[in-house]
């Protein structure tokens, strides 16, 4: 069984770049733009354990900013697996990690994030088994 454990430094600046985006967008009170890129952040993080629970956290405390309480009741249990279900390498792939969505659902993937696992050298994953 192989274990994830490191984001290619290739992909990590992406990772960043998300939720840099995503607290600018916080500073503009632009919530829309802000969900936007945690969710971008999930996607592109949720194969490696350490970007897939930060992802989690984030998206917990913007819950808690907005005072939603099923996101933030979502959340929680989202982080505490999350990270390991990442380390084990099973994931659903293309999941944007919201509450609003089943958290074993796998969904696709967008062009834009396909674009961003090209760029970085990653495979484009269809399944689990198709992360590097």
């Not at 009170?29 to 969710?39: F, G, I, P, S, T």
């Not at 989690?56 to 697996?81: D, S, T, Y």
Request: overall charge positive.
């Amino acid at each position: 069984m192989k274990l994830y454990t490191r984001m290619p430094a290739s992909l990590q600046p992406f990772f960043r770049e998300a939720l840099d985006l995503h607290e600018q967008a916080m500073l503009h009170k632009d919530l829309v733009e802000a969900w936007h890129q945690l969710e971008r952040a999930h996607v592109i993080g949720q194969a490696y354990p350490y970007q897939h629970s930060k992802a989690h956290w984030k998206m917990l405390v913007f819950g808690c900013k907005i005072k939603n309480v099923n996101e933030i009741l979502g959340q929680i249990p989202r982080l505490l697996v999350g990270g390991v279900k990442s380390f084990v390498g099973n994931i659903p792939v293309g999941n944007t990690g919201g509450a609003n969505v089943p958290p074993m659902r796998s969904m696709p993937i967008h062009d834009e994030i396909k674009t961003i696992f090209i760029q970085a050298g990653v495979r484009i994953p269809r399944s689990t088994a198709d992360m590097k």
